[in-house]
């Protein structure tokens, strides 16, 4: 899914490219991709794109009246750049935003359509689709502490809901848990208070790090192509069995469901291994509780 720094840096393209445009048209291949029906989609067409902005990882497109088109690309949506009137592709387009002197394609490389289209009018309306988390990039280290404990969940589970932080997903929160050195499994409500200003700094780094990246990547006139959640310069996020770059140890993983965590035991959890939910249940005993541990399992097994 993409994330703060992938969000952050469509909204500035579209801001840098159709920010006072009109929107002529959009084309939807599947009418079930809006999720509204007042205002109709069709009250957008012909008027211009003031603004664009981000509530957490969806991208607004505001418009005159107070009225807002909101798009949520969910795991596997994104945007593509084309020119104007480029058709839908068959299996993986959505819809197309058609402007004057260009077309923005939204695909969904995913058999779950999950991507939608709000229209909203009025402030309010638009609140009515934030899901509440706080944006933690500007946030003081108190605001950000009483947030993560206001319920007692883990690290990792925390910084992905949408209700606690805004735009941090799976992918980013390996990457800061990494940084901060702390255990994806630790309990908000057991945590110190050095615990929580080294994960907040660790979330202000990680994300600006990362658009920045994307930003260099781009250059000054381009536009995400290639929004992924597994890039190179990542240290454990879709690593596991890589060394891990500050210490060399093998990264590990927790499966569950159709995500995962990555994590470097060495670095986060004093070289002990994270019980993965399917895997220890069924070995139980013969789950390995250490990093040594797994290494001479898989010594033995040579």
Not at 135 to 148: I, K, M, R, Y
Not at 207 to 235: C, H, I, S, Y
Not at 256 to 280: H, P
Request: aromatic letters at 6%.
């Amino acid at each position: 899914m993409p994330e703060y720094p992938d969000i952050t840096v469509y909204i500035e393209r579209l801001t840098q490219k159709f920010q006072g445009a009109n929107l002529e048209g959009v084309r939807l291949a599947s009418p079930f991709l809006v999720r509204t029906a007042v205002p109709p989609l069709s009250s957008l067409f012909g008027r211009p794109v003031r603004d664009f902005s981000r509530i957490g990882k969806r991208i607004v497109f505001h418009f005159d009246e107070e009225l807002f088109l909101v798009l949520h690309l969910m795991i596997a949506g994104r945007l593509k750049l084309r020119d104007k009137g480029a058709v839908i592709a068959k299996k993986v387009g959505l819809a197309a935003f058609d402007f004057p002197d260009a077309t923005v394609l939204l695909t969904e490389a995913s058999s779950k359509k999950r991507a939608s289209l709000h229209v909203v009018q009025g402030n309010a309306a638009l609140a009515g689709v934030n899901p509440g988390g706080i944006e933690v990039l500007g946030s003081s280290l108190e605001d950000f502490t009483q947030a993560l404990t206001r319920e007692n969940h883990t690290i990792k589970r925390s910084l992905t809901d949408p209700r606690v932080l805004s735009g941090i997903g799976n992918a980013y929160s390996d990457e800061i848990l990494h940084d901060a050195h702390m255990s994806p499994a630790r309990l908000t409500q057991k945590m110190t208070a050095e615990e929580f200003a080294r994960l907040h700094a660790s979330v202000e780094k990680i994300l600006n790090l990362w658009a920045d990246k994307l930003r260099a990547e781009l250059g000054p006139d381009g536009f995400p192509e290639q929004v992924t959640a597994f890039r190179a310069g990542m240290a454990v996020h879709g690593k596991y069995g890589q060394p891990c770059p500050v210490c060399g140890a093998k990264v590990q993983r927790i499966a569950y469901a159709d995500n995962e965590t990555n994590y470097c035991a060495n670095c986060q959890t004093g070289g002990k291994l994270l019980a993965d939910r399917s895997l220890s249940r069924l070995l139980r005993d013969d789950w390995p509780k250490t990093l040594a541990e797994l290494e001479e399992r898989s010594s033995q097994r040579k």
